[in-house]
């Protein structure tokens, strides 16, 4: 499976160090004020990465939990690590072993990394399982229509003096993204697999779980969903 590899590599994080902290965080304070989370209501962050989602939530007052299959993210993560912040090494596809979170977020298309959707409907289902009653799940996912409509099939960049070349396609309902350079007399060769779920695909595999769906959004300002939106953001609580 290429997450297991790729997310636990040193040059994924090198490629992707421009990610916009504050533009998540921004997000994030916009997210738990329109739910009406109060502070020290309990969070699970699934998968955290490296832990910048789930640092911010706890400086917002919360009780955090994050979890990813990375090792390395875990490690890295752990310097974070207070009376109200955790880290653990969690497969999606498992059960999680805490339940009666307040809310339960996937963050930055977290989901469509499995080789079958009967995967991403298991993980959803740990999500949901794992929620108290009147609990949230919150699903931020990527738009489908945008990506088709802006993919760049050809691209490089130069990143601490790396030169990667990134090819993607679309094959199959799945934007496919190769990853090739070379470092240190070597070359190096990666795959990303992300399936294009559409809004009412998403939708529906929330309404599976259990779950009400009670809005979704199309951007980071919480703005209305439509085919131009940037985002899908499904979130769902439970009865």
């Not at 965080?25 to 502070?39: D, I, N, S, T, Y």
């Not at 939990?65 to 207070?82: M, R, V």
């Amino acid at each position: 499976m290429w997450y297991k590899e790729w997310f636990d590599c040193e040059y994924y994080h090198i490629l992707y160090c421009h990610r916009d902290d504050k533009e998540a965080e921004a997000f994030l304070h916009r997210l738990v004020g329109h739910l009406k989370l109060q502070p020290g209501m309990r969070i699970l962050d699934l998968p955290c990465g490296r832990g910048r989602h789930s640092v911010f939530l706890e400086k917002e007052g919360y009780n955090v939990t994050g979890a990813d299959l990375s090792s390395n993210s875990i490690a890295f993560a752990k310097q974070f690590e207070t009376s109200e912040l955790h880290f653990r090494v969690h497969n999606m596809l498992e059960p999680f072993p805490e339940k009666d979170f307040d809310a339960v977020m996937n963050l930055f298309t977290s989901l469509g990394y499995f080789d079958r959707p009967e995967e991403d409907q298991k993980a959803l289902q740990h999500m949901a399982d794992a929620l108290k009653s009147d609990g949230f799940l919150i699903v931020d996912f990527l738009n489908p229509l945008q990506v088709e409509k802006n993919l760049i099939p050809e691209e490089t960049r130069k990143i601490d003096g790396i030169i990667f070349e990134l090819n993607k396609k679309i094959d199959n309902k799945n934007v496919i993204k190769t990853v090739r350079f070379r470092n240190e007399n070597k070359d190096f060769e990666y795959s990303e697999k992300v399936h294009l779920y559409s809004r009412d695909e998403l939708c529906s595999m929330v309404n599976a779980t259990g779950l009400q769906i009670i809005n979704t959004f199309g951007d980071y300002h919480l703005g209305p969903h439509t085919e131009e939106s940037e985002r899908c953001i499904v979130v769902a609580r439970k009865s």
